[in-house]
């Protein structure tokens, strides 16, 4: 069993950034892959960025160049960086977690969110224009 917890989050003006960051609590020593959602009302939950235990990550094209995901300094955290936010990118976002390595979809981690087993409660970003 895995419990993310999520934080940060809120209101920011369009252009502004955000920083997201999930804990992974565990009762063992695994590593975890993890990532970040996002679902916007009326919308299908889609892949934000993931990062596999190993560092390698992988990006919505709508997101690519604007933010970051990366590791913390404590094992299975990490965090998401937003910046140059756009209404398009008000949603729900939630962490998301599979255990050891993250399927890999043609050698890279996986967006689909059925391959993730654990998820946190959800953070709201809301961007206005």
């Known amino acids: 069993q895995v419990k993310l917890v999520e934080s940060g989050g809120g209101s920011v003006q369009s252009g502004g950034s955000l920083r997201l960051s999930c804990a992974a609590y565990t009762n063992t020593s695994s590593s975890y892959c993890m990532g970040w959602f996002r679902q916007a009302p009326g919308k299908e939950r889609e892949g934000v960025a993931v990062?596999?235990?190993?560092?390698?990550?992988k990006y919505a094209d709508s997101v690519k160049g604007r933010f970051t995901i990366a590791h913390a300094n404590a094992k299975n955290t990490m965090y998401l960086q937003m910046n140059s936010l756009t209404p398009d990118d008000t949603a729900m976002y939630y962490c998301a977690a599979d255990r050891y390595r993250c399927t890999l979809i043609n050698g890279s981690p996986s967006m689909v969110y059925k391959d993730y087993t654990s998820w946190g409660q959800g953070t709201q970003v809301t961007v206005s224009s």
């Open positions: 990062i596999d235990f190993d560092g390698s990550t």
